[in-house]
């Protein structure tokens, strides 16, 4: 875990009287364990280049005593990463750069803005490039990524899912290390201490003067507190902007704006639809005539019709979907030559050799104008700890994208295109939870 501070133009040597660090001497120090080290690379009237980094005590990391983190996202290719664990530990060596509180002769450069560029790094995080920007460029940073700029370039293993951050700004030292201090635990998405009032008053001490105007103030205010017992303190009492929305939820959402993106949308068939929460939301999406709800289990089926019955009474708009017992083995000619065909979340529970049938029934005989099949991202389940199980028990496989990729192009037949995205959180490494494939019957696109 490494820090590297990069000061360029006039006076900026005062950078080390603000930091308290003779440029001449290795700074090493002991903190909960783990050796911090600051030294500085470069020095000189006009260029300043000064790096704090921590080798961590693995043993520390995963021993039983009082001490120890919990480390479940660092497991494979998330070894020892920049986040909350690293900003609490260098805090002692960057304290006087951090309190604006050098000796009194140099107390006048704490109000100076410099050209700095603030390196750091490797982050592991689930927040896409343009999520980072938008949380460094409303403060007057400019974003590079490690392919970016090749002065920060750095030899990281094959498809590791870490990857090192620079954001360069004419920023006072203060503001530039407080703002980190704020920012980077929200890029791990993580906090390895326990959170209480004293995290309000950090956040309102390093947070002032930028937080209170920056764009994304009330998403920065509640992943650092993380409790909404604590968000009153800022005026915050609307949670559900940053409620976690379950993963079933999103694959639902995604399906309707693709079925609401096609312009032949009449006619719908939901396979194994379950309850019917997805069929429901398919009969409000205008132009949909007609949604046949295709279920082979009975109890599931009542309740899908009690939430028909309920919808259709309390909601305008709302087409009343089909409940029909059915499955994907055997032929129902109500099912031809329908406009959209989904199995969402169906295939994984099938036993794989009878798939090619199932597959040949739907393409070759139903024939729909757009088939959409979701299934889960075997390869995501290490995120979720669960590298030798299924998410489900009844699961019969579980395919990596690859797999899905590869069975998806051989049973598409000369009749169809195949479009593959996926839902839910990114992982740079490992994907999405949810992976999905369109199939688009090509005189559909003539």
Same mark, same amino acid.
């Given at each position: 875990m490494q820090l590297t501070i990069k000061g360029v133009g006039e006076q900026v040597h005062v950078l080390s009287h603000l930091l308290a660090k003779n440029p001449v001497n290795l700074y090493e120090r002991v903190q909960k364990d783990h050796l911090v080290r600051l030294f500085f690379s470069k020095f000189s009237e006009n260029?300043?280049?000064?790096?704090?980094?921590?080798?961590?005590?693995?043993?520390?990391?995963?021993?039983?005593?009082?001490?120890?983190?919990?480390?479940?996202?660092y497991i494979n290719d998330r070894e020892f990463v920049v986040s909350s664990i690293f900003t609490s530990l260098i805090r002692s060596a960057l304290a006087t750069?951090?309190?604006?509180?050098?000796?009194?002769?140099?107390?006048?450069?704490?109000?100076?803005?410099?050209?700095?560029?603030?390196?750091?790094?490797?982050?592991?995080?689930?927040?896409e490039e343009l999520t980072i920007r938008e949380l460094f460029e409303p403060l007057g940073y400019t974003? %590079?990524?490690?392919?970016?700029?090749?002065?920060?370039?750095?030899?990281?293993?094959?498809?590791?899912?870490?990857?090192?951050?620079?954001?360069?700004?004419?920023?006072?030292?203060?503001?530039?290390?407080?703002?980190?201090?704020?920012?980077?635990?929200?890029?791990?998405?993580?906090?390895?201490?326990y959170i209480d009032e004293r995290e309000i008053e950090k956040l309102e001490r390093y947070g002032e003067g930028w937080l209170e105007h920056h764009p994304l103030r009330e998403v920065i205010i509640r992943k650092t507190l993380r409790f909404k017992e604590l968000y009153s303190h800022?005026?915050?009492?609307?949670?559900?902007?940053?409620?976690?929305?379950? %993963?079933? =939820?999103?694959?639902?959402?995604?399906?309707?704006?693709?079925?609401?993106?096609?312009?032949?949308?009449?006619?719908?068939?939901?396979?194994?639809?379950?309850?019917?929460?997805?069929?429901?939301?398919?009969?409000?999406?205008?132009?949909?005539?007609?949604?046949?709800?295709?279920?082979?289990?009975?109890s599931e089926t009542v309740k899908a019709v009690k939430r028909f019955e309920r919808l259709k009474e309390e909601k305008e708009g709302f087409i009343e979907p089909i409940p029909l017992w059915g499955s994907v083995f055997y032929f129902d000619e109500r099912l031809q030559g329908k406009d959209v065909m989904i199995l969402c979340e169906v295939i994984e529970h099938l036993d794989e050799e009878r798939l090619p049938k199932v597959m040949e029934l739907i393409l070759n005989q139903?024939?729909?104008?757009? %088939?959409?099949?979701?299934?889960?991202?075997? =390869?995501?389940?290490?995120?979720?700890?669960?590298?030798?199980e299924r998410r489900h028990e009844d699961h019969r496989f579980e395919w990596t994208r690859e797999q899905f990729k590869d069975w998806c192009n051989k049973v598409k037949t000369d009749d169809y295109f195949v479009e593959f995205e996926g839902i839910g959180d990114i992982d740079r490494v490992k994907g999405t939870p949810t992976q999905m494939c369109t199939f688009t019957r090509k005189e559909e696109t003539l």
């Amino acid at each position: 875990m490494q820090l590297t501070i990069k000061g360029v133009g006039e006076q900026v040597h005062v950078l080390s009287h603000l930091l308290a660090k003779n440029p001449v001497n290795l700074y090493e120090r002991v903190q909960k364990d783990h050796l911090v080290r600051l030294f500085f690379s470069k020095f000189s009237e006009n260029e300043v280049e000064v790096t704090v980094f921590v080798t961590p005590d693995p043993l520390v990391l995963v021993n039983g005593t009082d001490k120890a983190y919990d480390i479940t996202h660092y497991i494979n290719d998330r070894e020892f990463v920049v986040s909350s664990i690293f900003t609490s530990l260098i805090r002692s060596a960057l304290a006087t750069g951090l309190n604006g509180k050098p000796k009194e002769e140099y107390a006048e450069w704490v109000s100076h803005p410099f050209d700095l560029t603030f390196s750091f790094g490797p982050v592991a995080t689930d927040l896409e490039e343009l999520t980072i920007r938008e949380l460094f460029e409303p403060l007057g940073y400019t974003v %590079l990524f490690e392919t970016e700029e090749p002065d920060y370039t750095f030899s990281l293993k094959e498809r590791s899912s870490a990857l090192y951050i620079s954001v360069r700004g004419n920023v006072t030292l203060q503001n530039g290390l407080q703002q980190l201090f704020i920012l980077i635990p929200l890029l791990d998405n993580y906090k390895h201490y326990y959170i209480d009032e004293r995290e309000i008053e950090k956040l309102e001490r390093y947070g002032e003067g930028w937080l209170e105007h920056h764009p994304l103030r009330e998403v920065i205010i509640r992943k650092t507190l993380r409790f909404k017992e604590l968000y009153s303190h800022f005026g915050l009492t609307d949670v559900r902007r940053v409620e976690h929305i379950p %993963l079933n =939820e999103l694959r639902y959402e995604r399906i309707v704006e693709k079925v609401k993106s096609l312009s032949k949308r009449r006619k719908i068939v939901d396979f194994g639809s379950g309850e019917g929460k997805l069929s429901a939301k398919l009969a409000f999406v205008d132009g949909v005539e007609e949604v046949l709800a295709v279920e082979p289990s009975t109890s599931e089926t009542v309740k899908a019709v009690k939430r028909f019955e309920r919808l259709k009474e309390e909601k305008e708009g709302f087409i009343e979907p089909i409940p029909l017992w059915g499955s994907v083995f055997y032929f129902d000619e109500r099912l031809q030559g329908k406009d959209v065909m989904i199995l969402c979340e169906v295939i994984e529970h099938l036993d794989e050799e009878r798939l090619p049938k199932v597959m040949e029934l739907i393409l070759n005989q139903y024939m729909p104008a757009t %088939l959409i099949i979701t299934t889960p991202n075997n =390869e995501f389940n290490e995120v979720y700890g669960m590298e030798e199980e299924r998410r489900h028990e009844d699961h019969r496989f579980e395919w990596t994208r690859e797999q899905f990729k590869d069975w998806c192009n051989k049973v598409k037949t000369d009749d169809y295109f195949v479009e593959f995205e996926g839902i839910g959180d990114i992982d740079r490494v490992k994907g999405t939870p949810t992976q999905m494939c369109t199939f688009t019957r090509k005189e559909e696109t003539l």
